[in-house]
């Protein structure tokens, strides 16, 4: 089975479950329309297609604004000009860590994730060759790095962590790969794909609850 045919089952594995993981800054939503007191916004999940897959990720710089020191998918808010989702996260890509859109197999998207930060995020799921020359954005990412599918997959890597914010105990997914903490929306984000790929595939999920 290709990379490609694995990401899809799991896509659709998704689109049928019931129970779709819920914690701090996931909203997922599909079917719900775009809401006025969120900005639409699209990234690109990019599997590099190897033997043993790996996903690109980004980290943004540590004095930025907004989101400082953070790791990310590529993309962001939608431009008026973005004909979709696709097109909006294949130009974030490209300006971000020069990715060229006709170097991207899209396989699917996953729906709309609304953040405590007021975007609706629509991932699309894409597969490239490895060995891209990938160049990060000055001033945007200050790194790219590539974790292993294998290792995502692997429960013990994956943990559950709490926080206050705004006087509540909230909840949240975190994975620390070499000198990197994925957290946030990006880890809830990745669960809920990496929990499809699982169920598809036979294999125990990835949630430690």
């Given at each position: 089975m290709?990379?490609?045919?694995?990401?899809?089952?799991a896509?659709?594995?998704?689109?049928?479950?019931?129970?779709?993981?819920?914690?701090?800054?996931?909203?997922?939503?599909?079917?719900?329309p775009?809401?006025g007191?969120?900005?639409?916004?699209?990234?690109?999940?990019?599997?590099?297609?190897?033997?043993?897959?790996g996903?690109?990720l980004?980290?943004r710089p540590?004095?930025?604004?907004?989101?400082?020191?953070?790791?990310?998918?590529?993309?962001?808010?939608?431009?008026?000009?973005?004909?979709?989702?696709?097109?909006?996260?294949?130009?974030?890509?490209?300006?971000?860590?020069?990715?060229?859109?006709?170097?991207?197999?899209?396989?699917?998207l996953?729906?709309?994730?609304?953040?405590?930060?007021?975007?609706?995020?629509?991932?699309?799921?894409?597969?490239i060759p490895?060995?891209?020359?990938?160049?990060?954005?000055?001033?945007?990412?200050?790194?790219?790095?590539?974790?292993?599918?294998?290792?995502?997959?692997?429960p013990?890597n994956?943990?559950?962590?709490?926080?206050?914010?705004?006087?509540?105990?909230?909840?949240?997914?975190?994975?620390?790969?070499?000198?990197?903490?994925?957290?946030?929306i990006?880890?809830?984000i990745?669960?809920?794909?990496?929990?499809?790929?699982?169920?598809?595939?036979?294999?125990?999920?990835?949630?430690?609850?």
């Amino acid at each position: 089975m290709t990379l490609r045919d694995r990401l899809r089952a799991a896509l659709d594995a998704r689109d049928r479950a019931h129970d779709r993981p819920s914690f701090v800054d996931l909203r997922p939503d599909p079917s719900a329309p775009l809401a006025g007191d969120f900005a639409p916004a699209a990234v690109l999940i990019p599997f590099t297609d190897r033997p043993d897959p790996g996903l690109i990720l980004t980290q943004r710089p540590a004095l930025m604004s907004r989101h400082a020191g953070q790791v990310a998918f590529p993309g962001g808010r939608l431009d008026p000009g973005d004909a979709d989702a696709v097109a909006g996260a294949l130009r974030e890509a490209r300006e971000e860590i020069a990715l060229a859109p006709d170097t991207v197999d899209i396989v699917g998207l996953m729906g709309r994730y609304r953040t405590g930060t007021a975007f609706e995020i629509e991932p699309v799921v894409g597969v490239i060759p490895p060995g891209l020359p990938l160049a990060p954005a000055d001033g945007e990412v200050d790194a790219i790095f590539e974790v292993p599918l294998s290792y995502l997959l692997d429960p013990v890597n994956l943990a559950v962590k709490s926080m206050d914010w705004n006087g509540a105990e909230r909840h949240y997914y975190e994975i620390i790969w070499k000198d990197f903490r994925i957290w946030g929306i990006t880890a809830a984000i990745m669960v809920d794909l990496l929990t499809a790929v699982a169920r598809a595939e036979g294999l125990t999920e990835p949630v430690r609850r």
